[in-house]
């Protein structure tokens, strides 16, 4: 596609229960990402895909959280029996395997967790 | 380990000059990224430097100096649509940025 497309671009979810966030890349862009920002605050790294090397977790902040990806397409982000902290906008990235080559993002997923 | 250290909040009168400062601390550092951030958005790309000097793209430039660990972007003939918030992101290894919290920059008549 033309950019990067997440969905849902809303979601607000009992505290408890599971969600699934999906986000789909540019065509071609090896590299994927995942990061959480919370209201006000920076841009924080979860995990990071490229094409098929295992991927970096380092940034996931528990075991409640996983991501997988398919080769080089769509990824999903699952947050199991989310907490009100996990309420933020979790945002997808792509972008060529390029040394500085830039990030494309997507408008995010706003997640509330009641 | 990583450590990024830039203004939280910064105001400039419209049609002036800004330079927004960013020193960081990065293990296997690798370049240096710009991005900008409007309210309610997706951060978007601005610049990319990993040789020390000034990158010039129109009315924005990116200053690094990798020995100092310090980083500059610099707004020309400001408008008020780039009040904005401005990102800060070193990249460490071959292909993973870390943010700062970023500067946000309010642009005033």
């Known amino acids: 596609g033309a950019g990067v497309s997440q969905s849902p671009s809303n979601k607000v979810t009992e505290k408890g229960k599971d969600v699934e966030l999906r986000c789909d890349p540019i065509?071609?862009?090896?590299?994927l990402y995942w990061y959480r920002q919370r209201l006000g605050q920076g841009l924080e790294f979860l995990i990071y895909?490229?094409?098929?090397?295992?991927?970096?977790k380092s940034g996931l902040p528990s075991d409640r959280f996983s991501a997988e990806r398919t080769g080089e397409s769509v990824s999903t982000l699952t947050i199991q029996r989310t907490q009100q902290e996990d309420s933020a906008v979790y945002l997808c990235?792509?972008?060529?395997?390029?040394?500085?080559?830039?990030?494309?993002f997507g408008s995010g997923t706003r997640l509330t967790v009641v | 380990g990583q450590n990024i250290d830039q203004p939280t909040e910064m105001t400039a009168t419209e049609g002036a000059i800004v330079q927004i400062n960013c020193t960081y601390q990065?293990?296997?550092?690798?370049?240096l990224f710009w991005y900008q951030q409007h309210a309610g958005e997706a951060p978007t790309f601005l610049s990319y430097?990993?040789?020390?000097g000034l990158e010039e793209k129109g009315r924005f430039s990116s200053f690094l100096s990798r020995s100092k660990g310090y980083s500059y972007l610099l707004l020309k003939e400001l408008q008020m649509k780039d009040s904005a918030s401005y990102l800060c992101?070193?990249?460490?290894?071959?292909?993973?940025?870390?943010f700062g919290t970023g500067t946000k920059l309010q642009v005033i008549p």
């Open positions: 992101a070193p990249l460490r290894g071959y292909q993973k940025v870390t």
């Open positions: 430097n990993v040789l020390d």
């Open positions: 990235a792509s972008s060529l395997a390029l040394q500085g080559y830039g990030y494309t």
């Open positions: 895909f490229q094409g098929n090397s295992a991927p970096d």
């Open positions: 065509s071609g862009h090896t590299a």
């Open positions: 990065t293990s296997g550092f690798n370049g």
